[in-house]
């Protein structure tokens, strides 16, 4: 109860009524009624100490005395800036950190689907031993669809970038074509006309259905956009509705824009050899087992793959069985790309909190002791103990409270800068880390834990303070325990330890980054500009795709600032991969697996502009076309598995292909390149001509390369009205500079180097600020006894040298004491290094080296004030 | 601002007293505050003088711990006042502390009473 329960003038009531009543009895007894009122009060006494009682007796009192507490707490710390803004921003720092590195964790690992019951979606996916290979095709999905009982439903989706056009305007967006049941499945309302169902698979009328943000993006919100057209292909959708705002789609990341009905009579539904689905979702029936869902299903598909034409080894590897996987949180590929890393995170924000509160701990208690003759007096003047140690709490939560908002605006910060970091690159990911209550509660939590933890051994010390013996001798005498020292010493020492865990981590993070950037990845990653290129529908047949791509080329090419221009379908570290099965004379293929070679087609130039280098042969030209001999072009690794020792040039390479083999003559051997990750060795390559294709292709990426430094931004208009200049229906998306493609592959390292060398700088600066205070307070306090020392004989320099022994012994057991917890820290995060293992001495050698040196130096301006401390003023005014 | 934690030792005894005399005042109806401590001063013959500024916390105390109830009326000569009335939970009170009181008392007097041991 924090209301009075009675109010101050019931009271007064009461006690005007007493008097009254008592002056009636001093008139009942012959006093004349003028001094019998006079005389009641006189009676009654101390009117004001009545009402003081009565005041504290009531509960409210505890309320008044926090907002009293508050105002003397504001007071207090407007009188020491320097200790109030080192405090709040290490709090700051700490919070910072710790609801930033949440609300990613939240957003990314922990957040569920917003549908309907989300724990009881599931992903049907096929497995072999070569673990989990997406879900079965479209016919498999029928199947499994019809004949399992234990799914209250069931459908597929699979999303691609599309090129649409909207009123006659062309874009890409995320689009998703699923099952009319989708919607139904995951149990969503729409936000605005209608979603789709069963019917609508008949395509009768053709229906289509758009994200809240795509409507809020494209249209504003505009709800006139309901029946508008939108072309895919050749085929006109009709918008019937918008899905909800906080819904993005099944894939964390990756925000579908326009969901429309599978077309089961099209191409991909009916060749049933492509497994093309990007998912199939079942809601388990409630109360079904999981385990006797996935044996059914499991059943059902091993039936339906036994027709199956695929080799039995392939199916093994990866399509042997059908398993069930939980969907609550959506698909899980951002998940398993980042749960490592931000475990990583999570546990140098932890690390950087618990810094911060022995830092603020450390300020505390030096304020604290500094504070001694404050709370003595108080004591001595009556105020209780539990009192002032309340007192203290309320401060240390104020401070913490001022610490969280700036922490909280840093978060922000923090995080919108790392959701830009995540939507650059070809493939961006959108991830939604704002402000939820899930943060703000847990930034509260973290708050109040971290300023309870903090202020509890400060409080704890003003709790034993004896009044007594503190008037009498004084702060100085007080403060010299050896008890206060030794924990002073303690906690800088512990700050010291946590920073070399920091700093380890942040030195292994940033050396991983910089040998990832020392990989030789095959290709120059300087100046070029990459953009995608889709035809408009209708180029069905190799010959006029190809002379479009020939007049955009060349039209590029004219243009005054290229110096290079080149075609191929993708390029390196893009993301994208495409593999076949090749027939080599004299290589016999093991597996299946040996037979795969990946490829890409090209067009002349394209080794030039990447920069990649021939080792022998000859490069492409654009004589390597439709009516001469069939040329390719291999890498490394390609010649070395398929021949050996042997020259392949001149050999020939039999591509097998529905619908007939076709065959290449190799004519040169190129370099290794990296193509789809940093880290892994480079992959058996082969390089087709783009004008003699294996297959038809809609969309090529364009690489250009200017001919000024820097300038490739710039060729972006000239490029983009050259291309439009021979079709104007080409979709240009995807811009992107071969730079921050390769960047965007090293998203993780980037942020790791990032985050963990700025949490590890700053937590040295803080433990130097913590030594640095501890000292400087300590020599302020020992100035008498430096005084006697000097004028007994020691130099300045020898009391000098003996401030800088003790931070260094300080200095050394906290780096003692962290060095098992570094090397544990690093161990577990081994798996993320690059070029440096945690075994690595050099690592922690160069993290204490740093940590003792700007130990030292925080050390040297308290020491050179303890040298230039005069022994005679000391001696005379203490 | 206050010596509430160093106090409360010394007060402890006083107000347990006054708690009792105030139960005891009350046993036979209601009573307002200046009512009550007439009747401990008059019962006391004077010996004791209650003060009111102990008076009004300790009925607010035993109010907060339900001992008593307090309602405003009107008094024999037409002032209003609060009156408090004994609970139940009051006169159970009122009963342990008397019979608790009545063993110090005799405790007491048996100490003051006894013959010196050593002697």
């Given amino acids: 109860m924090w209301f009075r329960k009675r109010r ?19 008139v009942a007894e012959g006093m004349p009624p003028a001094e019998a009122e006079a005389a009641a009060r006189r009676a009654f006494g101390n009117l004001t100490i009545a009402r003081e009682k009565f005041f504290e007796g009531q509960r409210w009192l505890w309320f008044h005395q926090l907002g009293q507490d508050l105002r003397y707490g504001f007071r207090s710390l407007r009188k020491a800036p320097a200790f109030t803004a080192v405090v709040i921003l290490t709090i700051a720092l700490g919070v910072g950190a710790n609801t930033g590195v949440f609300s990613l964790v939240d957003a990314v690992l922990l957040r569920a689907l917003p549908v309907e019951n989300p724990q009881e979606l599931v992903f049907l996916e096929t497995a072999g031993t070569a673990g989990p290979s997406g879900p079965p095709s479209y016919p498999g999905f029928s199947r499994l669809r019809d004949e399992t009982t234990s799914f209250s439903g069931m459908a597929a989706f699979a999303s691609d970038e599309l090129r649409i056009e909207i009123d006659g305007r062309l874009e890409q967006v995320m689009g998703q074509a699923t099952s009319g049941n989708y919607f139904q499945v995951l149990g969503l309302k729409p936000r605005l006309g209608r979603l789709m169902d069963a019917e609508d698979e008949k395509l009768a009328p053709a229906i289509t259905v758009i994200s809240e943000r795509y409507w809020r993006r494209r249209f504003g919100e505009d709800p006139g956009v309901i029946g508008k057209s939108i072309s895919i292909g050749r085929k006109t959708f009709t918008i019937v509705g918008v899905t909800p705002a906080e819904f993005f789609g099944l894939q964390p990341g990756s925000p579908v824009d326009i969901t429309f009905p599978i077309d089961k009579n099209g191409e991909l539904v009916k060749n049933s050899e492509t497994l093309w689905l990007h998912g199939i979702i079942a809601r388990l029936k409630p109360g079904a087992s999981a385990d006797a869902a996935q044996a059914e299903a499991d059943s059902i598909y091993r039936s339906f793959m036994s027709t199956s034409r695929f080799p039995t080894d392939l199916i093994a590897k990866h399509w042997r069985h059908l398993q069930l996987l939980s969907a609550a949180r959506g698909m899980d590929g951002l998940r398993r790309r980042f749960s490592k890393p931000l475990y990583a995170l999570t546990g ?89 209550w899930r943060v703000l509660a847990f930034a509260l939590v973290v708050t109040f834990l971290a300023g309870l933890i903090s202020g509890l051994l400060p409080a704890w010390r003003a709790f034993r303070t004896d009044p007594e013996r503190a008037i009498r001798e004084g702060q100085e005498r007080m403060s010299e325990s050896r008890g206060s020292a030794m924990l002073a010493h303690g906690l800088v020492a512990f700050q010291v330890g946590l920073s070399l865990v920091l700093l380890v981590g942040a030195v292994a993070f940033v050396k991983t980054l910089a040998s990832l950037r020392d990989v030789d990845l095959g290709f120059r990653t300087e100046e070029a500009l990459t953009m995608s290129l889709r035809l408009p529908e209708g180029y069905t047949h190799a010959g006029p795709s190809i002379a479009v791509w020939n007049q955009a080329l060349e039209s590029v090419r004219r243009l005054p600032g290229v110096r290079a221009a080149a075609l191929s379908i993708f390029t390196p570290l893009s993301g994208r991969d495409r593999g076949g099965l090749v027939r080599v004379r004299g290589y016999e293929p093991a597996t299946t697996e040996d037979a795969t070679i990946h490829f890409n087609h090209v067009s002349e130039g394209y080794f030039e502009v990447l920069g990649m280098s021939l080792l022998r042969g000859r490069l492409f030209t654009d004589r390597d076309a439709e009516g001469t001999t069939r040329v390719a072009l291999i890498n490394e690794s390609a010649a070395r598995k398929f021949f050996g020792d042997r020259d392949p040039i001149g050999e020939s390479l039999e591509f097998r292909r529905t619908g007939g083999n076709i065959t290449y003559r190799i004519v040169g051997v190129v370099r290794d390149t990296k193509h789809m990750n940093l880290r892994e060795p480079s992959k058996r390559f082969a390089f087709l001509p783009l004008r003699q294709p294996r297959d038809v292709e809609q969309r090529v990426t364009l690489i250009v390369a200017p001919r000024t430094p820097n300038g490739e931004m710039k060729l972006l208009r000239p490029v983009r009205n050259g291309i439009l200049s021979v079709d104007p229906r080409i979709l240009i998306s995807d811009v992107i500079t071969i730079r921050s493609q390769v960047d965007s592959t090293l998203l993780t390292e980037r942020l790791l180097s990032g985050l963990s060398s700025a949490f590890g700088l700053l937590a040295m600066v803080l433990a130097s600020i913590g030594l640095y205070g501890v000292l400087s307070y300590r020599i302020g306090r020992q100035r008498l006894s430096i005084g006697i020392q000097m004028a007994l004989g020691a130099s300045p320099s020898f009391v000098a040298f003996n401030v800088l022994r003790q931070s260094g012994v300080v200095i050394v057991i906290g780096l003692i004491a962290g060095l098992p917890f570094a090397m544990v820290a690093a161990r577990m995060a081994d798996t993320m290094f690059w070029g440096v293992k945690a075994s690595d001495p050099l690592i922690y050698i160069a993290s204490a080296g740093l940590l003792a040196i700007v130990g030292i130096a925080s050390a040297y301006l308290p020491a050179r004030r303890a040298a230039s401390i005069d022994p005679a003023t000391a001696l005379r005014h203490g | 601002m206050s010596t509430r934690d160093t106090e409360n030792e010394r007060i402890a005894l006083l107000q347990g007293t006054l708690d009792l005399l105030i139960l005891r005042t009350l046993l036979f109806g209601k009573e307002h505050g200046q009512g009550i401590a007439r009747a401990i001063q008059a019962l006391s013959g004077n010996e004791l003088l209650v003060d009111h500024g102990s008076l009004y916390p300790a009925l607010q105390r035993l109010e907060a711990k339900g001992l008593v109830t307090a309602e405003w009326g009107t008094s024999g000569n037409n002032r209003k006042a609060r009156y408090y009335t004994l609970t139940p939970a009051g006169k159970k009170q009122l009963i342990s502390e008397t019979r608790q009181w009545e063993r110090i008392v005799a405790a007491v007097a048996r100490v003051l009473a006894a013959e010196n041991p050593s002697g």
Wanted: include cysteine; charge should be neutral.
């Fill in chain 1, 8 to 26: 101050d003038s019931d009271f007064d009531a009461e006690i005007e009524s007493h008097i009254l009543l008592e002056a009636d009895r001093l």
């Fill in chain 1, 348 to 436: 140098i924000a932890g690390l950087v909190q618990l810094l911060a509160i022995a830092n603020v701990a450390n300020l505390l208690l030096a304020r604290g002791i500094s504070r001694g003759r404050e709370f003595a007096i108080r004591l001595a003047a009556g105020a209780g103990r539990t009192r002032i140690v309340r007192q203290l709490l309320t401060e240390t939560l104020l401070l913490f409270c001022l610490g969280a908002v700036p922490g909280a605006l840093l978060a922000g910060w923090g995080v919108r800068l790392i959701e830009s970091l995540f939507r650059q690159g070809r493939r961006p990911i959108t991830i939604e880390a704002g402000l939820n």
